[in-house]
């Protein structure tokens, strides 16, 4: 059972625009939500979160909404450069320990 | 400050064999996570320990799997009869404190291959 879901596998967008990456989850029980980035062979590193209490947050040229009432987190990219190319994944935590991952965007950023 | 290490990077199994997968965390973090990344999933979770606890093992499977976080040394996971079904990427979190989950550092991973 996928309780957090990335329902678009890819996305491009030429350097210098807004790269928007969406993320609907189904458990309103989660309290804190991350987004990680993966490159290839490596491990992820956490970029931003968010708790359930807020609806955004900043940090640099990135930004994290949460729509609580729609179960919907996005992170927004601006202006997006070809370093940000990458593999995106949210994560969701319960008030339990567990992580729940999507199953990751690949954003390319063409220059 | 050595981020979380994983040995080893890749690893190739016979079915039927056994697995062991290791994790050192971060200096100074005593909570660590395991992962599963199937192919064209996401990461899946799988268990957290403390220093010779397991506090949460409901992502691992009922048999064949098991974890350890010893006083001592690297955090490991043993997959025993290793099925085809095994073939993954195993990843480790390690975090200074469950209450910040911003601060949970992954390794690179070790990629099983089943044969």
């Known amino acids: 059972d996928q309780q957090v879901k990335q329902n678009s596998p890819s996305l491009s967008v030429q350097e210098g625009r807004i790269s928007i990456l969406n993320c609907d989850y189904t458990?309103?029980?989660?309290?804190?939500f991350l987004w990680y980035k993966k490159y290839p062979a490596e491990g992820p590193t956490f970029l931003i979160s968010?708790?359930?209490?807020?609806d955004k947050n900043e940090d640099g040229r990135f930004t994290v909404f949460l729509n609580k009432s729609a179960k919907h987190l996005s992170l927004h990219i601006v202006p997006s450069q070809p370093g940000d190319s990458a593999v995106y994944f949210c994560?969701?935590?319960?008030?339990?320990?567990?992580?729940?991952f999507g199953t990751g965007t690949s954003l390319t950023v063409i220059p | 400050n050595a981020g979380v290490m994983q040995n080893p990077r890749h690893l190739v199994r016979r079915r039927g064999q056994e697995a062991r997968l290791r994790c050192s965390p971060m200096k100074g973090h005593s909570h660590v996570y395991w992962y599963r990344q199937l192919p064209e999933e996401g990461l899946k979770f799988m268990v957290y320990l403390q220093k010779e606890n397991i506090i949460d093992e409901s992502g691992m499977p009922k048999e064949r799997f098991s974890a350890e976080f010893p006083k001592e040394g690297p955090s490991i996971l043993r997959i025993q009869q290793v099925v085809r079904g095994d073939s993954a990427a195993y990843f480790c979190?390690?975090?200074?404190?469950?209450?910040?989950?911003?601060?949970?550092?992954f390794g690179p991973g070790t990629r099983l291959t089943v044969t």
């Open positions: 994560a969701a935590r319960w008030t339990g320990n567990q992580f729940y």
């Open positions: 458990n309103s029980m989660f309290d804190y």
């Open positions: 968010i708790s359930s209490i807020k």
């Open positions: 979190a390690s975090s200074p404190s469950r209450d910040r989950p911003d601060e949970q550092y």
